[in-house]
């Protein structure tokens, strides 16, 4: 009996068990909702950035190869428009065309170049001999011999010309265009009518008069020139010889520099601080002859010998004043110390009308000539200091008028 209760028992137990496994609910975890509609959502997005990317790129390179082509299409518009140029045995011409001037045929420039003779020669100097090149009779110019480098030189050269060639400005001579040669350069540049402030200055006939308010716009146009080539051009240019004969003279003698980056043409090295000394003596300025490192404050001195010439009439190293050991600029000095600075003055001037302002510009000059070049004026500040001067000319000629 008692093993059949035992027996009863485990299987109501087992049945009480299998009811209770029966009735239990049994929880799975459920899928996270909407699963596939997120997966299939980023794979749009993928696949809408890949879209975007290939977009993009297509359009950068769209957007290069125009550019390319502008690039290309306007250096063939400059070699069509900027410049002529004809290939010759050993070298070639080139010609730059000017927008308002005329410009003669290339190769009958070339046929003329070639053509030159030493009856040509108009001029020499530190940089080479010049020529007159008359080509018909609207164009005639001027032809500067130069020496011819290396090959590395000659295409350094070549690339610094076409630089200077696009330098354009009132009071600056313009390059006309270059021609090269198996054994040297010419540099072709508009001929100035009136030579330079030096032939004017010193060569002029005796009857033939050089008045103060013509010396006094001259030496602005030259401040004009220069302040463009040191502040407002690019690359900006030190001209290393400033001097009265690069001043050239127009048809109105008006003012214009020239002989700017001939310097940099003829060095081998290409550094500002040279072993050979550019310029003239007379016009150099003291820390460039002890350095050798053009600066634009050694262009400012310069200058400021040059506005003593006009005022005096005499030359840097005047003969009477060299056997004096004296330059012009310590001869000056030496009258204004001794406040007689009126004897310094060029005896066609001797006119006390403009004695005043004649003084206001051996000033100016003294500053361009100070010692130390850190309190040098700038050719800008000098070009300011100039018209003041000339306005204030203009201004007494109108009260002078009005009485």
Request: aromatic share 8%.
């Amino acid at each position: 009996m008692g093993l059949e209760r035992d027996v009863v028992e485990a299987i109501s137990s087992h049945m009480i068990g299998r009811r209770l496994l029966l009735n239990r609910k049994i929880e799975i975890p459920a899928a996270a909702p909407y699963a596939g509609l997120q997966l299939a959502h980023q794979a749009a997005k993928n696949k809408a950035f890949s879209l975007g990317v290939i977009i993009a790129l297509c359009i950068i390179a769209f957007l290069a190869t125009k550019i390319l082509l502008g690039v290309l299409l306007y250096w063939r518009w400059v070699r069509t428009h900027r410049f002529c140029e004809i290939s010759v045995s050993g070298g070639r011409m080139v010609v730059f065309k000017t927008t308002g001037k005329s410009t003669p045929p290339t190769k009958l420039i070339l046929k003329k170049t070639q053509s030159l003779t030493k009856s040509d020669i108009i001029g020499s100097g530190g940089y080479g001999v010049v020529y007159r090149l008359i080509v018909d009779e609207n164009n005639v110019f001027a032809v500067k011999k130069l020496p011819r480098g290396n090959h590395d030189q000659q295409r350094g050269f070549e690339r610094e010309v076409e630089t200077l060639s696009d330098i354009k400005h009132r009071n600056v001579v313009a390059l006309r265009g270059y021609y090269t040669a198996s054994h040297f350069n010419l540099l072709i540049y508009d001929l100035m009518s009136n030579g330079s402030l030096e032939s004017v200055l010193y060569e002029r006939p005796p009857e033939v008069p050089f008045e103060w308010p013509l010396r006094l716009n001259i030496a602005i146009g030259a401040a004009c020139g220069l302040a463009y080539l040191h502040h407002d051009c690019i690359p900006h240019i030190i001209h290393r010889d400033i001097k009265s004969s690069n001043i050239l003279l127009d048809d109105d003698l008006e003012a214009h520099v020239s002989d700017f980056g001939l310097a940099n043409l003829l060095e081998e090295n290409k550094s500002h601080a040279t072993t050979v000394i550019a310029g003239t003596l007379g016009y150099l300025a003291p820390e460039y002859v002890e350095t050798g490192k053009a600066t634009r404050q050694g262009d400012v001195y310069s200058f400021g010998v040059v506005l003593l010439e006009l005022v005096t009439g005499k030359r840097p190293r005047d003969d009477d004043l060299v056997k004096k050991g004296q330059n012009l600029v310590i001869w000056v000095r030496s009258l204004l110390d001794a406040g007689k600075i009126e004897e310094a003055f060029d005896d066609e001037l001797r006119d006390a009308s403009f004695d005043e302002e004649m003084k206001e510009v051996i000033c100016i000059a003294c500053q361009c000539l100070d010692s130390n070049p850190s309190y040098r004026p700038t050719m800008q500040q000098v070009l300011k200091m100039l018209e003041r001067v000339i306005l204030e000319v203009d201004y007494k000629s109108d009260d002078g008028l009005k009485g």
